[in-house]
């Protein structure tokens, strides 16, 4: 998977290209990241990327032709997309993820001030991604957000096998509660199903506490079958409760 980057700020991207993971997947070739710097493509002689708005108003907007040509100065892929982060954007989901993760580029347009000229978004772009319902100062943080999750996605870049599919979301659920070493900490003990070696009954429990945990926080999550799965375990419980009463 190959990351191009059209930005004002290349360096901001030192920070998911030197460290872990991805340094890992960049060092293996599993993922390719590179930035073209919009400024340097200017024209004009002061190297102005941005003007003040038609029809008045604050704030200044990106300029069409140094955007163009950034994104003219490399050959395209055949198989990529062009993406403008924006809060105007679809939501970024794990959905989403996994179908950018298709593509063999994905070319990254970060904005500064009030956006960019409609123009380039009409005629150049793809499609447009938000991270989430709150304004950044610029697209580069959302542009990593992107690097970042897709890349994971990307075969060979998490080592342990199968753990992308094990996690949060996957399965459409949030990820059950995790304990390791030591077996008890300041009077905190680890559920002792896992420490049964009983595997058939730590996947249930695990399973259990997933299904609770999304039903706590977030309910719209689960589905019918879920849910319903959670009311007859309500029912049973009660009828368990009634009965030792009796
Ligand atoms: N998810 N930003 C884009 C420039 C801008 C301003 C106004 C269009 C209209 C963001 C987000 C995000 C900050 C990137 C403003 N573009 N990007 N930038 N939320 O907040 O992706």
């Not at 198989?79 to 580029?105: F, R």
């Not at 070696?197 to 977030?218: F, P």
């Amino acid at each position: 998977m190959k990351f191009r980057i059209l930005t004002l700020f290349p360096e901001m991207f030192d920070a998911v290209t030197g460290t872990s993971i991805l340094g890992r997947a960049l060092s293996n070739q599993h993922i390719e990241v590179s930035c073209d710097d919009i400024r340097s493509f200017s024209k004009d002689k002061h190297h102005k990327v941005d003007d003040a708005p038609f029809g008045g108003g604050a704030g200044m907007v990106m300029k069409v032709e140094p955007l163009r040509d950034a994104l003219n100065s490399k050959p395209k892929m055949p198989n990529s997309s062009v993406i403008y982060l924006t809060p105007k954007g679809q939501t970024l989901t794990h959905e989403k993820v996994v179908s950018l993760a298709k593509y063999d580029e994905l070319i990254l347009v970060c904005g500064h001030y009030e956006g960019v000229d409609q123009r380039f978004i009409d005629r150049y772009v793809d499609e447009e991604i938000s991270i989430g319902d709150y304004v950044l100062t610029g697209g580069e943080l959302a542009a990593m957000v992107i690097i970042d999750s897709v890349s994971r996605m990307v075969n060979g870049v998490l080592n342990n096998e199968g753990s992308a599919e094990e996690e949060s979301f996957s399965n459409g659920l949030l990820e059950y509660p995790h304990y390791t070493r030591p077996q008890s900490v300041d009077g905190d003990e680890v559920p002792s199903v896992l420490l049964s070696g009983n595997h058939a009954e730590i996947e249930k429990w695990r399973y259990r506490e997933s299904v609770k945990l999304t039903a706590e926080r977030r309910p719209e999550l689960l589905t019918d079958a879920q849910k319903q799965a959670l009311k007859d375990n309500f029912i049973k419980k009660k009828k368990r409760v009634e009965k030792r009463r009796l």
